[in-house]
């Protein structure tokens, strides 16, 4: 069973890996950055969400640090 998961895993993970963004120019990141300030992107809520996932796990983080000193 862990073979037939290894085996789908891996090429899937290569080909993904193989998808590259093409980079944003600057004028796609200005009006990226105003429609998220404005509430505008496409799929607003969902984008938030993993924004505030993100900046929690940061958090975290940086709280285990602090607290291993």
Known sequence: MKKAVLLFALPLALALAACDQKPKSSTEQVKDKVND?????????????????????????????????
């Open 37 to 69: 300030a404005l509430d505008r992107r496409p799929n607003e809520k969902l984008k938030d969400a993993a924004e505030d996932l993100r900046d929690g796990a940061k958090s975290a983080v940086k709280d285990l640090k602090e607290a291993g000193k």
